[in-house]
């Protein structure tokens, strides 16, 4: 071979190798881009998924939160109901008491008989009681409207003003809703 074709052959693999050098150095660019976008892709999709938990998780405590809120507007509803019922039950059985403590104060010769009124009585206010039914205090008390009712005043030098002297009718509640007022003489 002469040296003119070693050196033509020479040059055109040169050219080739050049070639080939800028054809991996595009590659590489290209992969580098192709890397950068894909990662710019997945960066984009993590940030879209993070906002969609993050939007579920909100939900979520919403949901929580109107459910827990229900549970207890449920519950106090169902007390209110219970207690609203067992009131109105009591206030009909009030009088029956009135006539209970009526009996047991009457003077009688029978002692087996005031002695069953009397039975009779404390098993009533017993149960009353493990209802939660309380009697109002009233004689000594001052008087509150929101719990006694004024059906006469009097003038006593011996007791202070606005205290109650006299009961008519014992009153009765349950927690801090009367079910039925004192009613009551109070002093001036």
Sequence with gaps: ??????????KENNR???????????TQVNEA??????????????????????????RYKRVMAEFE?????SQKER???YNRTLS??????????DNLENASKVETQDVSYKQGIQMVLKQFKDVL???GVEEIKAIGE??????????SSIDDPNSESQKIVQEYRKGYKIGSKVIRHSMVVVAN
Excluded: G
């Design 33 to 58: 881009k192709s890397s950068e976008e894909a990662n710019q892709d997945e960066k984009t999709l993590i940030q879209q998924k993070q906002q969609e938990i993050d939007e579920l998780t909100d």
């Design 69 to 73: 809120n229900h549970k207890k507007r």
């Design 79 to 81: 007390e209110t109901l």
């Design 88 to 97: 109105d039950v009591i206030e009909v059985i009030l009088p029956i008491l």
């Design 129 to 131: 009681a493990s209802k």
């Design 16 to 26: 080739i190798e050049e070639h080939e050098k800028n054809i991996n150095d595009s």
């Design 142 to 151: 001052t008087f509150d409207p929101s719990l006694h009712e004024a059906v």
């Design 1 to 10: 071979m002469s040296e003119e074709n070693q050196n033509k052959e020479k």
